[in-house]
């Protein structure tokens, strides 16, 4: 699989010429995934649609969740639609995407936007992601998307994150069968930026929505649990102690168990091992026998009050709230991470 472009920008300049020469004659599978709503999936669909309408090929809009944006409605209404099938339930009439109808149109290209679906009851498969799946194998290029919060890997951790069940899921191994999977990386700060903006739910739910699943902490997991999925998807999978690591800062005063309780999971989540750095205050035999009833390692001890966390070659640091930080709000644990995709930041873990 082609590893995926990460910059936005570039992947919007390439010329019809280079899609053409990406979509050439051979049916290919290409999903588009981000942390959360408002990243610019659906405009990213539409936009790559046109370019490719453009440059000569049949395109058509099989489905597409434009959530009444007119901008968005603006940029699709140049492609021609698939006609939905429609289902009664209990007296009331649903519609989703046709399978069937969109292989007897045979386009070039379809749009199937919210890949993560269950379909309606006499549908020719139960999900969406296996209609593409379907499209692939018929001949006919599907242009896809999801948030990674429905991927069975992540939905786990996720429902944790949001604070509410991830229901509609989509395999992993879908992912891996995709021809490529472009990974939209939206900072937090745009992504709540764009939220205030009314860009992504209605006025009368922005509020909410940045108490809840937009919570920056929770935005921030998001992104680096999907960065970390495309990584999997593109390196060959190695130990945890081999590709990166959450470094566990114990300093004095501190309960190592509590402290590796509350930030283990997230390192879990992440795919790090995890190390120990005590201080030079601390009980080494005790903690030589903690680190290895939880299989992690354990550093050489430091004087961690004057430690510089800035010179830490890791992935993740779980700090405690002492002198090492400026006391700040409620929490008493923080959590740097940083990769090298994305920027140092720290995220809020409530203890």
């Known amino acids: ?115 993560a679906h269950d379909n309606l009851p006499g549908s020719r498969n139960e999900k969406r992601w296996q209609d593409a799946l379907s499209l692939r194998e018929a001949g006919i290029t599907v242009l896809g998307a999801f948030n990674i919060q429905h991927l069975d890997s992540v939905a786990p951790t996720a429902e944790a994150l949001i604070g509410y069940p991830v229901r509609e899921i989509v395999p992993k191994s879908f992912l891996k069968a995709a021809d490529e999977v472009i990974a939209l990386d939206a900072s937090p700060e745009l992504l709540r930026s764009r939220l205030e903006r009314g860009k992504i739910v209605r006025p009368d739910d922005v509020e909410r929505a940045l108490a809840g699943p937009f919570k920056e902490r929770t935005l921030t997991m998001l992104r680096e649990l999907l960065l970390r999925t495309i990584d999997g998807l593109t390196i060959p999978t190695l130990a945890p102690a081999s590709a990166s690591s959450a470094v566990l800062i114990l300093t004095p005063g501190v309960d190592a168990a509590r402290l590796f309780q509350r930030c283990s999971p997230i390192a879990a989540a992440l795919d790090l091992a995890v190390e120990i750095l005590p201080s030079g205050r601390s009980d080494v035999p005790e903690l030589e026998r903690f680190a290895h009833e939880r299989d992690v390692e354990l550093l050489e001890p430091l004087d961690a009050q004057h430690l510089d966390v800035g010179k830490l070659r890791a992935s993740l640091l ?27 930041r720290t995220l809020r873990v409530h203890c």
């Open 318 to 344: 779980c700090v405690p709230r002492t002198s090492l930080r400026a006391a700040s709000s409620t929490p008493r644990w923080s959590v740097t991470s940083s990769s090298p995709t994305t920027p140092r």
């Open 1 to 115: 699989m082609d590893r995926p472009p990460l910059d936005l920008e570039e992947a919007r300049r390439r010329s019809a010429g280079e899609l053409l020469r990406e979509f050439g004659g051979t049916a290919r599978l290409v999903v588009y995934v981000a942390a959360a709503p408002g990243a610019g999936k659906t405009r990213r669909l539409i936009s790559d649609a046109r370019r490719l309408q453009a440059s000569g090929k049949r395109v058509e809009i099989g489905w597409l969740e434009t959530k009444d944006r007119p901008d968005l409605e603006s940029l699709a209404a140049e492609l021609p639609r698939i006609p939905p099938r429609s289902a009664d339930l209990g007296g009331q009439v649903f519609s989703d995407f046709d399978l069937d109808a969109a292989i007897a149109s045979k386009p070039d290209v379809l749009i199937l936007d919210e890949l």
